[in-house]
Nanobody, 126 residues
Framework: HVQLVESGGGSVQSGGSLTLTCSSS????????MGWFRQALGKEREFIAS????????YYGDSVNGRFTIHLDHGKNKISLQMDNLRSEDTAMYYC????????????????????WGQGTQVTVS
């Protein structure tokens, strides 16, 4: 049973930075993609970033492009999300996700392409 556990959330002032980390109980090389999504209260889940585990290709959502950076650490089976220049609209629950195969690579921004999810970590920007 694959487990994804997020950490690093918290409260930060606007303009500040946070780094989220997601630890996988399985070797991440077995996944097709790993990514981050977020969901704010009363809103739909939003794509943030994704990285292909093989080629390393990265994709970002328009709202975070240029401010957030995704990084896979194969040796530690972790994925991180460096978030800079945070804004109040970044406040949300952030979820780590993993895709069991490479089907995700056709549409890495679609939540339905991911089969494993963490419990989430809250980020609050004031």
């Amino acid at each position: 049973h694959v487990q994804l556990v997020e950490s690093g959330g918290g409260s930060v002032q606007s303009g500040g930075s946070l780094t989220l980390t997601c630890s996988s109980s399985m070797n991440i090389d077995n996944f097709g993609c790993m990514g981050w999504f977020r969901q704010a209260l009363g809103k739909e889940r939003e794509f943030i970033a994704s990285q292909f585990t093989g080629a390393g290709t990265k994709y970002y959502g328009d709202s975070v492009n240029g401010r957030f950076t995704i990084h896979l650490d194969h040796g530690k089976n972790k994925i991180s999300l460096q978030m800079d220049n945070l804004r109040s609209e970044d406040t949300a629950m952030y979820y780590c996700a993993a895709a069991a195969d490479t089907w995700c690579r056709g549409a890495p921004f679609m939540a339905g392409r991911y089969s494993r999810w963490g419990q989430g970590t809250q980020v609050t920007v004031s």
